[in-house]
């Protein structure tokens, strides 16, 4: 089969290489899938770079989360078929920018029939953490203020089309005018482009001077700083993640003052300790898909070919939307 392996950490366009490489087989308790649709997600662009928390030995197949079609199973397999189509988490160093990948079957799920197979593939991680934020981590409400940063990438537009489905009015910041216009398309009441305008006075404006009841933070750095400035009374942020390079350090008398509270969200380790939380949140997440509540946005579709060029886009910020690459 063709995959695109790193043998060399670096910048993406360089790292990635495509290559024939042999056929991998399902073991025990996995599925061998035919890859229908791999989608970019920022964590790809880390392990080129070898900054994600995740360090698979060299050299590694990246690709964090698929759509295919189940062509073997392992032993031990019961809730999968041939021919089943599924969505979930391939196994690194075997990722699934490739022609085939494995997956186990606890980390494998029925791919929603209301979503073709680009939509199904970006249901996974950015979906299921944006859920557990706003539905777990803290109880977002109806009626509520949610102020999404980076509200154009893989999770937080999960994170607009979520807090709409539960009732919230949505902000969300993104940095560049087409970005703007997806972020309509998602659903949010407001947008701000933080390349022309600063987030805080508008938040402020747009709440009767409350400020956001919930920050869904995937940025870090000066999005975290400016946040505390606009967070309302009994304020919940969002730790999810630090793409703009930056790890905040809180302030916790500001906390303490203003009422606020910090919370944390690393989404994969609910597969150590409550892998039925992740079942649970699939079943609901395909409900929503099914009643057309949410729909993943494709903004491109692109060929297998195009791989190291996305994930390098996706790493100089210059995407819009989600990229997803069909074998």
Request: proline share 6%; aromatic share 8%; net charge negative.
């Amino acid at each position: 089969m063709k995959a695109w392996r790193v043998h060399e950490l670096g910048e993406p366009r360089t790292a990635l290489q495509l290559e024939e490489v042999p056929d991998p087989t399902a073991g025990p308790g996995q599925v061998l899938v035919k890859v229908l649709a791999a989608p970019a997600n920022f964590p790809d662009v880390l392990l080129c770079w070898g900054e994600y928390q995740i360090k698979p030995p060299l050299p590694f197949t990246p690709g964090v989360e698929l759509c295919g079609e189940v062509l073997a199973v392992g032993d031990g397999v019961t809730r999968f078929a041939v021919g089943d189509r599924v969505i979930g988490n391939p196994n690194l160093p075997g990722g699934g920018f490739a022609q085939l990948a494995v997956m186990d079957e606890a980390n494998t799920f029925a791919a929603p029939s209301a979503l073709d197979d680009a939509e199904a593939s970006a249901l996974s991680i950015g979906y299921q953490t944006s859920w557990f934020a706003l539905h777990r981590r803290t109880q977002l409400k109806p009626g509520e203020t949610l102020l999404v940063h980076a509200a154009a990438g893989g999770v937080g537009s999960a994170a607009v089309q979520l807090g709409k489905a539960a009732g919230a009015k949505v902000i969300g910041v993104v940095g560049g005018a087409d970005k703007v216009e997806y972020c309509r398309r998602l659903g949010a009441d407001l947008v701000i482009d933080r390349h022309t305008d600063d987030f805080v006075p508008l938040v402020k404006e747009f709440t009767g001077g409350r400020g956001a009841d919930v920050v869904y933070d995937p940025v870090g750095g000066d999005a975290y700083a400016k946040s505390t400035k606009c967070i309302a009374f009994e304020g919940r942020i969002l730790i999810i993640g630090f793409a703009g390079g930056t790890i905040p350090t809180p302030g916790l008398n500001h906390a303490l003052i203003k009422n606020y509270s910090i919370i944390g969200l690393h989404w994969g380790l609910y597969k150590q300790y409550n892998q039925q939380a992740i079942a649970d949140c699939h079943e609901e997440l395909t409900r929503l898909a099914d009643s057309g509540a949410i729909t993943p946005l494709i903004s491109e579709r692109l060929s297998l070919a195009d791989v190291a060029d996305g994930i390098g886009r996706l790493g100089d910020g210059s995407t819009v939307g989600r990229l997803v690459f069909q074998p």
